[in-house]
T-cell receptor
Framework: AQSVTQPDIHITVSEGASLELRCNYS??????LFWYVQSPGQGLQLLLK??????LVQGIKGFEAEFKRSQSSFNLRKPSVHWSDAAEYFC?????????????FGAGTRLFVKA | NAGVTQTPKFQVLKTGQSMTLQCAQD?????MYWYRQDPGMGLRLIYYSASEGTTDKGEVPNGYNVSRLNKREFSLRLESAAPSQTSVYFC???????????FGPGTRLLVL
């Protein structure tokens, strides 16, 4: 069965500092991996996704993530955080099942940015 | 394009009341989903519809029913609301179920 773990419930970083949000997944085959961001009171928006190919993927807003099969990880990074990045971030793993495609979301990591 | 729209934005119910949450998408997507979001638990799939005319249970279907009215619309019904159904409900859609999911703004439901 698919599962996703985001070990950090919340993280605080200073504006301009680098950021890494951790994500570990469990799935037997190569999964479809996603990072979504949710601003307060809003729905989720896709940051980036990995299906195959280059294991370092670039997303919107300057984010990137690296797929490491040996570690079952898909960590999200940003070299310099802006105050507007404060939000909740969700890692997700998708897979094809009988009847369709299902996506399982992690519990989320809330990012706080301090001036 | 409006994307994914949900109505209502906010609702208060008493225990035992019923209501239907509406969702519509204008992106011609085949697949639609209903999730609930609770603090510390991320999003959990309630029901999904891989294509028009089909629906399937997700992770937490108990107490809910769905209708895929047509390709655009996917509604979620609570027949007899319970306080445990207090949550934020998100509808999403995707093309053929393999790609990015596009989310609506959510419905905040409070059951007293």
């Amino acid at each position: 069965a698919q599962s996703v773990t985001q070990p950090d419930i919340h993280i605080t970083v200073s504006e301009g500092a680098s950021l890494e949000l951790r994500c570990n997944y469990s799935y037997g085959a190569t999964p479809y991996l996603f990072w979504y961001v949710q601003s307060p009171g809003q729905g989720l928006q896709l940051l980036l996704k990995y299906f195959s190919g280059d294991t370092l993927v670039q997303g919107i807003k300057g984010f990137e993530a690296e797929f490491k099969r040996s570690q079952s990880s898909f960590n999200l990074r940003k070299p310099s955080v802006h105050w507007s990045d404060a939000a909740e971030y969700f890692c997700a793993v998708g897979a094809i099942h009988t009847g369709g495609f299902k996506t399982i979301f992690g519990a989320g990591t809330r990012l706080f940015v301090k001036a | 394009n409006a994307g994914v729209t949900q109505t209502p934005k906010f609702q208060v119910l008493k225990t035992g009341q019923s209501m239907t949450l509406q969702c519509a998408q204008d992106m011609n997507h085949n697949s639609m989903y209903w999730y609930r979001q609770d603090p510390g638990m991320g999003l959990r799939l309630i029901y999904y519809s891989a294509s028009e005319g089909t629906t399937d249970k997700g992770e937490v279907p108990n107490g809910y029913n769905v209708s895929r009215l047509n390709k655009r619309e996917f509604s979620l019904r609570l027949e007899s609301a319970a306080p445990s159904q207090t949550s934020v409900y998100f509808c999403a859609s995707s093309d053929w179920g393999r790609e990015t999911q596009y989310f609506g703004p959510g419905t905040r439901l409070l059951v007293l």
